[in-house]
């Protein structure tokens, strides 16, 4: 039986579905049997960062009771099965939690982790997939109103007891205007798992719409989406500050000195 790790955020933007992809691509590139699913239904775009955008069939439609979940899964070249979320408009409809547990529960029956980008904030499209999570990491940037709405999320998740296992910190910039790794470790009393960088390739991953351990898979961003992936296959989120520091000055130096950036 697989678990499933949604992928949650206070704030909209700050790297959910990025976060999602490499991480789905990376535990598949260790040869874990994946599903990557959409459930940000009224603005999905998984697909677009895997450059697959034509799906006719899927999670909507599947919500819906108009399609069989196995037609709605599509195999990846990158290594992991695809459920995606529908592009048009007109195709949400409120959640069917009922339904939607249906469709967890059978995805993890055959995979050993499924990965669950979702809705930001607390609206009960993101909340009918944050009560289904097994385990729950939130992503955020290290500024202010992004913490502070994650902290909600942190605390609404608690409260209905799903384990808020981790913090991935994203778009870091080191300058002083940053919020401190401390400081947000102890306001969302939740450990921080990874600290990703603000990385100008993201953009050309987009672009090229491939997730960027395999667009820049020697960068330092890409090297961090794979220790991500470790510490979510062993259940070793927690990480001392001066360690994730320490790793990240060690990272950027052995990548320096192999003549990567
Ligand atoms: N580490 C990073 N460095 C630079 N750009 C980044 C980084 N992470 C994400 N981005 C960029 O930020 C934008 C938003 O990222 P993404 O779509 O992953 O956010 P999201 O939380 O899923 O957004 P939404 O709430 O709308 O679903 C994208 O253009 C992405 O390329
Ligand atoms: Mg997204």
């Given at each position: 039986?697989?678990?499933?790790?949604?992928?949650?955020?206070?704030?909209?933007?700050?790297?959910?579905?990025?976060?999602?992809?490499?991480?789905?691509?990376?535990?598949a590139k260790q040869e874990r049997n994946v599903v990557l699913v959409d459930a940000n239904l009224t603005t999905p775009n998984v697909g677009l960062h895997l450059g697959l955008t034509k799906f006719p069939v899927t999670l909507n439609d599947v919500l819906k009771g108009e399609a069989n979940l196995t037609d709605s899964l599509y195999i990846h070249p990158l290594g992991f099965k695809l459920l995606p979320g529908s592009l048009s408009v007109r195709s949400f409809a409120e959640i069917n939690s009922r339904k939607l547990?249906?469709?967890?529960?059978?995805?993890?029956?055959?995979?050993?982790?499924?990965?669950?980008?979702?809705?930001?904030?607390?609206?009960?499209?993101?909340?009918?997939?944050?009560?289904?999570?097994?385990?729950?990491?939130?992503?955020?940037?290290?500024?202010?109103?992004?913490?502070?709405?994650?902290?909600?999320?942190?605390?609404?998740?608690?409260?209905?007891?799903?384990?808020?296992?981790?913090?991935?910190?994203?778009?870091?910039?080191?300058?002083?205007?940053?919020?401190?790794?401390?400081?947000?470790?102890?306001?969302?009393?939740?450990?921080?798992?990874?600290?990703?960088?603000?990385?100008?390739?993201?953009?050309?991953?987009?672009?090229?719409?491939?997730?960027?351990?395999?667009?820049?898979?020697?960068?330092?961003?890409?090297?961090?989406?794979?220790?991500?992936?470790?510490?979510?296959?062993?259940?070793?989120?927690?990480?001392?500050?001066?360690?994730?520091?320490?790793?990240?000055?060690?990272?950027?130096?052995?990548?320096?000195?192999?003549?990567?950036?």
């Amino acid at each position: 039986m697989g678990k499933l790790i949604v992928i949650s955020s206070g704030k909209g933007g700050v790297g959910k579905t990025t976060t999602s992809v490499n991480l789905a691509s990376a535990l598949a590139k260790q040869e874990r049997n994946v599903v990557l699913v959409d459930a940000n239904l009224t603005t999905p775009n998984v697909g677009l960062h895997l450059g697959l955008t034509k799906f006719p069939v899927t999670l909507n439609d599947v919500l819906k009771g108009e399609a069989n979940l196995t037609d709605s899964l599509y195999i990846h070249p990158l290594g992991f099965k695809l459920l995606p979320g529908s592009l048009s408009v007109r195709s949400f409809a409120e959640i069917n939690s009922r339904k939607l547990k249906k469709v967890f529960d059978d995805l993890k029956e055959m995979s050993d982790y499924v990965i669950v980008d979702s809705a930001a904030g607390l609206g009960s499209e993101a909340l009918s997939v944050i009560k289904l999570a097994d385990e729950l990491i939130i992503v955020t940037n290290p500024e202010l109103p992004a913490v502070t709405d994650a902290f909600k999320v942190v605390t609404v998740a608690k409260e209905i007891g799903i384990p808020v296992k981790g913090v991935v910190l994203n778009r870091v910039r080191r300058n002083n205007y940053d919020l401190g790794l401390r400081a947000i470790e102890s306001l969302l009393e939740t450990p921080i798992t990874s600290v990703i960088e603000d990385d100008k390739n993201m953009r050309q991953a987009v672009y090229r719409k491939k997730p960027i351990i395999h667009i820049r898979p020697n960068s330092h961003t890409a090297q961090q989406y794979h220790l991500l992936a470790d510490r979510v296959h062993k259940g070793e989120y927690e990480r001392r500050i001066e360690e994730l520091e320490a790793e990240n000055s060690f990272l950027r130096s052995v990548l320096r000195g192999l003549g990567f950036n």
